[in-house]
């Protein structure tokens, strides 16, 4: 079975610094693994995928994450937080085989001027 | 052009009524899901339709009936809903109706209150 697990439900950075969100997943076989954005009142946007193609993941709004096996992690990171940055993330993972894409339970990101 | 859009935004109901969620997607994707997101918690799955077809129905109260009309269209027929029922309804769509880890794209949602 799958499962994905955020540390940190609430993660403050100042504006300019750096943004890291943390994501585990645990899974039986190779997963796909995503990263979503929900601003206030909206649905999820996508902001990048890992497909097992390269391990660095590059995605919208300079955002990136690294999939590092055999820490079975896929965490976050943006260089430097702007203000619009502020919303909830969500990790999320899919198996080969499942339509199921497992959530972790979110961190929501604020960004302090 | 990867939108899902959803109609209305914003519905008020009460538990006598009948009313219906409007999805739309014309990305040309075979496959379509119905999301309820609670306050403060991820997304939980609800229905997938594949090519039309209901492929997954997760222990869903048969109080909401989903209706996939077309492969552009996604409808969630509500009735008879509980308070409990309030969340945001979120829709989405995949390219590929394989469960091989197809990127969902997501609706802005609509945010329903049971009164």
């Known amino acids: 079975a799958q499962s994905v697990t955020q540390l940190g439900s609430h993660v403050s950075v100042s504006e300019g610094a750096l943004v890291l969100l943390r994501c585990n997943y645990s899974?039986?076989?190779?997963?796909?693994l995503f990263w979503y954005v929900q601003y206030p009142n909206q649905g999820l946007q996508l902001l990048l995928k890992y497909t097992s193609a390269a391990t660095l993941v590059k995605g919208i709004n300079g955002f990136e994450a690294e999939f590092k096996k055999s820490e079975t992690s896929f965490h976050l990171t943006k260089p430097s937080a702007h203000m619009s940055d502020a919303a909830e993330y969500f990790c999320a993972v899919s198996e080969a085989g499942s339509y199921q894409l497992t959530f972790g339970k979110g961190t929501k990101l604020s960004v302090i001027p | 052009d990867t939108e899902v859009t959803q109609t209305p935004k914003h519905l008020v109901m009460g538990m006598t009524n009948k009313k219906s969620l409007k999805c739309e997607q014309h990305?040309?994707?075979?496959?379509m899901y119905w999301y309820k997101q609670k306050a403060k918690k991820p997304p939980e799955l609800m229905f997938v339709?594949?090519?039309?077809?209901?492929?997954i129905n997760e222990s869903v109260p048969s109080r909401f009936s989903p209706e996939c009309p077309n492969s552009s269209l996604l409808n969630l027929h509500l009735h008879a809903l509980q308070p409990e029922d309030s969340a945001l309804y979120l829709c989405a769509s995949s390219q590929e109706a394989s469960p091989s880890g197809e990127t969902q794209y997501f609706g802005p949602g609509t945010r329903l209150l049971v009164l």
């Open positions: 899974s039986s076989v190779p997963p796909y």
């Open positions: 990305m040309g994707h075979r496959a």
């Open positions: 339709y594949s090519y039309e077809k209901l492929s």
